[in-house]
């Protein structure tokens, strides 16, 4: 059973675009909710976090908006640029939970220029 | 500061063998976690070690395992190697929660 749910497998974006991927989860336990950033050959990187006590944060270009009762957040990257492609993954976790992170599948950004 | 590290990058390992991973955290973080990546079952987590104990455990056999030394650095060992292993492992470290940072990854190929 997947316990965050990501879509879509890929996305294709002119540069200046917004970039919209979206999770979802089953799992009310869960409190924390990152986005993480991957580029072929590396590890990936912690982009931007959010608890559920909040519905939106913003750090530059790259925003989380969350919604508690839809059991649902999404990444936003607004003005996209072709740097940015990468796959992103988001995850979740919770207190006393037997994993660390659970991830989604990923998605698979292309930015055209 | 440095990242976390992992070596070595790259292994090449037959069925039936085993093989012995190793990961520094950045420095201060006391938290080490072990994912394995692969296409098809994408990120996940094996393992957590916190002050030398494993503090969590994913759903994985019990032929993989791993430690944690008192300056924090951490091994992960895999058993009797299968053809399924072969995946990118990475290795977390955190200071706070569920913060990780993530290293470049061991890619584990196994024939």
């Known amino acids: 059973q997947q316990q965050v749910k990501q879509s879509p497998q890929s996305l294709i974006v002119q540069k200046g675009g917004i970039s919209i991927i979206n999770c979802a989860y089953e799992n009310t336990a869960f409190d924390y909710f990152p986005w993480y950033q991957q580029f072929p050959g590396k590890g990936p990187a912690l982009l931007i976090a959010?608890?559920?006590?909040?519905s939106e944060k913003k750090e530059g270009r790259f925003t989380i908006s969350f919604n508690k009762s839809a059991k649902q957040f999404s990444l936003h990257i607004m003005d996209s640029q072709p740097g940015d492609s990468a796959t992103y993954f988001c995850?979740?976790?919770?207190?006393?939970?037997?994993?660390?992170?659970?991830f989604g599948k990923g998605t698979k950004l292309t930015v055209n220029p | 500061k440095a990242g976390v590290t992992q070596t070595p990058r790259y292994l090449i390992k037959t069925r039936g063998q085993q093989v012995t991973l190793s990961c520094s955290p950045i420095s201060g973080h006391r938290s080490v976690s072990w994912y394995q990546q692969t296409p098809g079952q994408g990120l996940q987590f094996l393992f957590e070690y916190f002050s030398e104990t494993q503090r969590n455990k994913g759903n994985f056999p019990g032929r993989f395992s791993g430690r944690q030394f008192s300056n924090s650095r951490s091994e992960m060992n895999v058993s009797t190697l299968e053809l399924g292993d072969s995946a990118l492992y990475l290795c977390?470290?955190?200071?706070?929660?569920?913060?990780?940072?993530f290293g470049p990854g061991t890619r584990l190929t196994v024939l």
């Open positions: 995850a979740a976790a919770s207190q006393g939970g037997s994993e660390k992170l659970v």
């Open positions: 959010i608890r559920p006590d909040v």
């Open positions: 977390a470290s955190s200071l706070y929660a569920f913060e990780e940072y």
